[in-house]
T-cell receptor
């Protein structure tokens, strides 16, 4: 069956360090992968999108990698700040299902300590 | 400012009662979506609509119904057939019903609880 896995344990890091979050998937051939940030009690907010033929995408302090061989995406936040504390969700869009909607992972909570 | 408005923010349902969650967008987006989020879990797709007067079931459509009579509006009804409705409900939209090459814009959710 198709699965998207994100680390369910919270990631705790010190301010200024780089946070790395992982998104693994099985039985998908995603054409696109997206990352979202979700704060408690709020809706997710889009951060970055990467295509299957792109290895890496950057936006300010954020970097996403996409390895279709390993079936994995890594999400990096450099020079992390306490304001980066949130839950981060990955989402896949697959061309081989007819469904025109994203499938989301369960998210990883990031806590940046001052 | 353009965006998605969900109301109410909190909703309580009595046993055997149907309740309707509102979702309105002024982004001029064609596609709209409803998700359910349970504590510690990801978003699960309930229904989605690619265009007015059309909608498709998602992964967990049983016990829910939707309508899409206007481009701006995509209300979700939680029927009495949904035996475990307590959850955080999120509505989203995207410009067109693509295959994931466009980001989704989310509202701030409705938290539904059973009385």
């Amino acid at each position: 069956s198709q699965k998207i896995e994100q680390n369910s344990e919270a990631l705790n890091i010190q301010e200024g360090k780089t946070a790395t979050l992982t998104c693994n998937y099985t039985n998908y051939s995603p054409a696109y992968l997206q990352w979202y940030r979700q704060d408690p009690g709020r809706g997710p907010v889009f951060l970055l999108l990467i295509r299957e033929n792109e290895k890496e995408k950057r936006k300010e302090r954020l970097k996403v990698t996409f390895d279709t061989t390993l079936k994995q995406s890594l999400f990096h936040i450099t020079a992390s700040q306490p304001a980066d504390s949130a839950t981060y969700l990955c989402a896949l869009a697959s061309m081989d299902t007819g469904r025109r909607a994203l499938t989301f992972g369960s998210g990883t909570r990031l806590q940046v300590q001052p | 400012d353009g965006g998605i408005t969900q109301s109410p923010k909190y909703l309580f349902r009595k046993e055997g009662q149907n309740v309707t969650l509102s979702c309105e967008q002024n982004l001029n987006h064609d596609a709209m979506y409803w998700y359910r989020q349970d504590p510690g879990q990801g978003l699960r797709l309930i229904y989605y609509s690619q265009i007015v007067n059309d909608f498709q079931k998602g992964d967990i459509a049983e016990g829910y119904s939707v309508s899409r009579e206007k481009k701006e509006s995509f209300p979700l009804t939680v029927t009495s057939a949904q035996k475990n409705p307590t959850a955080f409900y999120l509505c989203a939209s995207s410009p067109s019903p693509g295959q994931g090459h466009q980001p989704q814009h989310f509202g701030d959710g409705t938290r539904l609880s059973i009385l």
